[in-house]
């Protein structure tokens, strides 16, 4: 059956994220929504003179910590209601002590050394990213994350002859770009494009192909050799006489069989930038940075929301911090809880406005932290972080960004979604940590089970006040998902699931900017 335009788009965005489906729709010539305005962050002298309006905001994750800043900034009352005993929502780093107990009442215990940590949530900010103008702002340290390195591995598990082997991220990238040109070279030599190349335009393509692919010349068949040293060298050049040996290429159709070269898409994501940044210490210094720059005594801890109420002069919230509920009365709310939670919340709010919050689709993401007392990867593999990436469900292997030649450092064992999620979720913290041991071997073999001091695993679908990792929908175009950009007579939503960087903290901050303008506006004007 022929796919429509968007079934196509659809696939493109499910296999190559968000990134990749807004570079195909550019290339089809149907642009993304224009970019948002510029950011006018409220002041003091905005409001000159007028009575000091009180916002409680629920949820402290960084959708509602940024309203709460912005707001602050300005000379608002703000209040954060926050269920967990931290900030930072998703954004969220465990470290030795910390401990979790998940919706099915399974209890963890990190045990991570002084120093060690895994960033269950978010772990990587791009460049583009409002994020880290927040780091600059709030004065949080940042250093590089090695989102992509050559010497990582591609993984295959399967039935072709480059199935179940570990191959160098640059070997496979080399060949697989190698092919392609020599096989685009000779159809382009060969005429197949005439129609749509000039002479001059064909000389052109053949030459960037050239260099593109690392490929001979007419006289040889433009053939990819793999002699230029791009796939590595089985003998490293050297000293003297020691000009390095390189191995032969993979032979063509294994190369497409394999299937490698998929892995490659990655690479062009808006939000996959190969330059990343992380946060030095751990990704929740910016949390905290946001709570000193709000004020300690601005947050409840430990505040379940039992109750949300628009009234004629403002919003009325029943929390409970213990066993006796609690009313807070307040000109505005701002809801910044997960879509899917918040509508469970009992509240007044019109049934249109609960439809739209229960038409978010929560989806689940796993993570596994394995602390080993011996940095392997960098003394048996010669990886200094990266990724490695592959088809068993581990999908995503991290080396740490930190550490470097330090005795010791954490592992992200596994980062998957979906299904896979799911099935490491199904099993005990110790099931997940076995299975995931079992099949990180299959690529780095045994040393990968050994010198092991600590693990700790994330299951969001099953983490509470989360429920979830992020969430999608089944459209943002179709009026419902828009029924939550408004406010509903004194309440407001944020969070990154209000944006079209869903999952990314930039996300949750653009939301929260445009949530605080509008609110802004509209104090302005009374």
Same mark, same amino acid.
């Given at each position: 059956?022929?796919?429509?335009?968007?079934?196509?788009?659809?696939? $493109?965005?499910?296999?190559?994220?968000?990134?990749?489906?807004?570079?195909?729709?550019?290339?089809?010539?149907?642009?993304?929504?224009?970019?948002?305005?510029?950011?006018?962050?409220?002041?003091?002298?905005?409001?000159?003179?007028?009575?000091?309006?009180?916002?409680?905001?629920?949820?402290?994750?960084?959708?509602?910590?940024?309203?709460?800043?912005?707001?602050?900034?300005?000379?608002?009352?703000?209040?954060?209601?926050?269920?967990?005993?931290?900030?930072?929502?998703?954004?969220?780093?465990?470290?030795?002590?910390?401990?979790?107990?998940?919706?099915?009442?399974?209890?963890?215990?990190?045990?991570?050394?002084?120093?060690?940590?895994?960033?269950?949530?978010?772990?990587?900010?791009?460049?583009?990213?409002?994020?880290?103008?927040?780091?600059?702002?709030?004065?949080?340290?940042?250093?590089?994350?090695?989102?992509?390195?050559?010497?990582?591995?591609?993984?295959?598990?399967?039935?072709?002859?480059?199935?179940?082997?570990?191959?160098?991220?640059?070997?496979?990238?080399?060949?697989?770009?190698?092919?392609?040109?020599?096989?685009?070279?000779?159809?382009?030599?060969?005429?197949?494009?005439?129609?749509?190349?000039?002479?001059?335009?064909?000389?052109?393509?053949?030459?960037?192909?050239?260099?593109?692919?690392?490929?001979?010349?007419?006289?040889?068949?433009?053939?990819?050799?793999?002699?230029?040293?791009?796939?590595?060298?089985?003998?490293?050049?050297?000293?003297?006489?020691?000009?390095?040996?390189?191995? !032969?290429?993979?032979?063509? !159709?294994?190369? +497409?069989?394999?299937?490698?070269?998929?892995?490659?898409?990655?690479?062009?994501?808006?939000?996959?930038?190969?330059?990343?940044?992380?946060?030095?210490?751990?990704?929740?210094?910016?949390?905290?940075? +946001?709570?000193?720059?709000?004020?300690?005594?601005?947050?409840?801890?430990?505040?379940? $929301?039992?109750?949300?109420?628009?009234?004629?002069?403002?919003?009325?919230?029943?929390?409970?911090?213990?066993?006796?509920?609690?009313?807070?009365?307040?000109?505005?709310?701002?809801?910044?809880?997960?879509?899917?939670?918040?509508?469970?919340?009992?509240?007044?709010?019109?049934?249109?406005?609960?439809?739209?919050?229960?038409? %978010?689709?929560?989806?689940? %993401?796993?993570?596994?932290?394995?602390?080993?007392?011996?940095?392997?990867?960098?003394?048996?593999?010669?990886?200094?972080?990266?990724?490695?990436?592959?088809?068993?469900?581990?999908?995503?292997?991290?080396?740490?960004?930190?550490?470097?030649?330090?005795?010791?450092?954490?592992?992200?064992?596994?980062?998957?979604?979906?299904?896979?999620?799911?099935?490491?979720? %199904?099993?005990?913290?110790?099931?997940?940590?076995?299975? %995931?041991?079992?099949?990180?071997?299959?690529?780095?073999?045994? $040393?990968?089970?050994?010198?092991?001091?600590?693990?700790?695993?994330?299951?969001?679908?099953?983490?509470?006040? !989360?429920?979830?990792?992020?969430?999608?929908?089944?459209?943002?175009?179709?009026?419902?998902?828009?029924?939550?950009?408004?406010?509903?007579?004194?309440?407001?939503?944020?969070?990154?699931?209000?944006?079209?960087?869903?999952?990314?903290?930039?996300?949750?901050?653009? !939301?929260?900017?445009?949530?605080?303008?509008?609110?802004?506006?509209?104090?302005?004007?009374?």
């Amino acid at each position: 059956m022929a796919q429509t335009r968007r079934q196509f788009l659809q696939q $493109v965005g499910i296999a190559g994220g968000a990134g990749v489906l807004y570079s195909t729709m550019g290339a089809l010539g149907l642009g993304a929504a224009a970019e948002t305005p510029a950011f006018a962050a409220p002041t003091r002298n905005d409001l000159n003179g007028r009575s000091k309006k009180h916002v409680v905001i629920l949820g402290a994750g960084i959708a509602g910590l940024t309203s709460a800043y912005e707001l602050g900034k300005a000379g608002y009352k703000v209040t954060l209601l926050e269920a967990r005993q931290r900030p930072g929502g998703r954004n969220w780093t465990v470290r030795g002590g910390t401990q979790e107990t998940d919706l099915k009442g399974t209890t963890q215990r990190a045990k991570f050394s002084p120093g060690q940590y895994m960033n269950a949530g978010p772990g990587r900010i791009p460049q583009h990213h409002l994020t880290l103008d927040y780091c600059r702002e709030l004065g949080v340290a940042i250093e590089p994350f090695v989102n992509q390195n050559a010497d990582a591995y591609l993984y295959r598990e399967g039935t072709t002859s480059l199935s179940n082997k570990a191959i160098r991220h640059r070997t496979a990238k080399a060949d697989v770009y190698g092919y392609v040109s020599e096989l685009l070279a000779k159809a382009t030599d060969q005429g197949a494009l005439d129609s749509n190349l000039t002479a001059a335009d064909k000389d052109a393509v053949i030459g960037f192909l050239r260099s593109f692919g690392a490929i001979g010349t007419k006289t040889n068949g433009f053939a990819y050799t793999g002699t230029d040293g791009r796939r590595g060298y089985e003998v490293e050049p050297g000293a003297g006489l020691e000009g390095g040996t390189t191995a !032969s290429p993979y032979a063509l !159709s294994d190369v +497409f069989a394999s299937g490698v070269g998929n892995y490659f898409s990655f690479e062009f994501g808006w939000d996959q930038a190969m330059m990343m940044f992380q946060p030095v210490g751990g990704m929740d210094r910016i949390p905290y940075a +946001f709570e000193k720059a709000i004020g300690r005594e601005k947050f409840v801890y430990g505040a379940k $929301v039992l109750g949300l109420r628009n009234t004629s002069d403002g919003v009325e919230v029943v929390y409970s911090t213990g066993s006796q509920p609690r009313e807070l009365k307040a000109d505005y709310a701002i809801c910044a809880l997960p879509p899917h939670i918040a509508a469970t919340v009992p509240s007044n709010l019109p049934t249109d406005i609960i439809a739209a919050l229960q038409y %978010a689709r929560p989806t689940n %993401a796993g993570k596994l932290g394995i602390e080993y007392s011996r940095r392997w990867w960098e003394l048996d593999h010669r990886i200094y972080g990266g990724i490695t990436n592959s088809n068993l469900d581990l999908v995503n292997t991290w080396y740490p960004s930190t550490g470097f030649h330090g005795d010791r450092g954490t592992v992200i064992g596994y980062y998957n979604t979906g299904a896979n999620a799911t099935a490491y979720g %199904a099993l005990s913290p110790a099931a997940r940590f076995e299975r %995931a041991v079992a099949q990180g071997t299959k690529i780095h073999g045994d $040393v990968y089970s050994k010198d092991i001091n600590a693990s700790f695993s994330v299951d969001w679908a099953n983490t509470e006040y !989360s429920r979830g990792s992020w969430v999608g929908w089944p459209s943002q175009i179709d009026g419902i998902y828009a029924k939550l950009l408004d406010a509903t007579g004194n309440i407001y939503f944020a969070g990154d699931h209000l944006s079209h960087t869903i999952a990314w903290q930039h996300g949750a901050i653009v !939301s929260a900017r445009a949530t605080v303008t509008s609110l802004h506006s509209r104090v302005m004007t009374r």
